[in-house]
Structure formats: C-alpha cells, structure tokens
C-alpha cells in the first residue's frame, strides 16, 4: 500500500499526522503546505498535487489530505481522468467559510470554479473518497458538502458531533486506522 498524505496550509508532513502516518509506513509521502509551497500560485499548487496524485494512483494508493491541502485534491480531481486511489479529506475547506460568531470569512482561491464544477458534476470519482469534519467546524456549512457528495455520485460524509476544526487525536487515528484497513 502506498499512503500520501497532503498537509493543511503552514502544515509540515513530518510532524502531528504526518509523523503518525510516518510510524505506520516509513514509505509514505508527504506533501507538506509550507511557505515555499504557498509561494506557488494557485494552478501550479494544484498541479502539484494533480501530479502526485497521478503518479501513484492506483487501487493500492490511499490519500490523506487536510483542510487547505483537502481543498487542492478537489481541484485536482475536476475535470481530471478516472482515478483508481482511495481519498481521505479530514476537515476540508470548500469555497466560502462564515461564521459570524468570530466575524470571521474567508474565501478560498478559484471558488467559483470549484463551485461550477461541483454544480456541473465535473469533479471525476476516485475509487472512494470519504470526508470528515467537526460538527463545530467554522468551515462546515452542511449544504455544500451535500452538493459536493452529490456531484460525486456516492462520498462517505461523517460530521463528527462536538468536534471543531481540528478533530481530536483518537477520532482521528481510528479514522485513518478505518480508512487504510478498509479493503475495497
């Protein structure tokens, strides 16, 4: 099995998840949303990752993404051929983020593009993608996730109740634990 895992935005691959999944297989890749990565703009950033994905799809491939880096697999995968690998997305960002509880917005880059391509049903299906995000997530706006599980055609979503942003330690091993026992 061949795991990647794509970090959050200032996320580094070798520390938190990325060590864990370090433990589990010395082999993994790790992709890491550093400054020199961010200093990238925003179609070569998804051609990267567009590029790592396909260069390891296969059935045996299983990726990890987080948050931002989440984000960057989704635009990887418009418009893109059909995909043989197993994606995990741990408290994605899609689109626009608001919470007026902390006056807090956000709008990501090419939004709208992600926003068309999910509406036109150009986001091409891996072999499974399943998604995860806190109940209490600023960024969990129930309507887009269900539209983006729709234009797939079949997504596994788990809102994990109580949990925030950053999903907690256990949920999230027994979550990669689940995701890379699962035979499919």
Known sequence: MQIIYITGRG?????GLGAYLKELDAN???LSMNKQFLALDFEEQVGVVAKLIGEFDSLNTRIIANSYGAYLCLHALID???YQSHILLLSPVIGVALNPKHLAYSRLPSCQRYKLAVAEK????PASIAIHIGSDDMGHD???FSELCSSLESCELNVIENQGYTLDRVTVQSIVHQFLDREE
């Open 11 to 15: 996320g580094d691959a070798n520390k």
């Open 28 to 30: 993994r890749i790790g």
């Open 80 to 82: 893109a051929p059909q």
């Open 122 to 125: 150009r986001i091409t299906r």
């Open 142 to 144: 129930p309507q887009p």
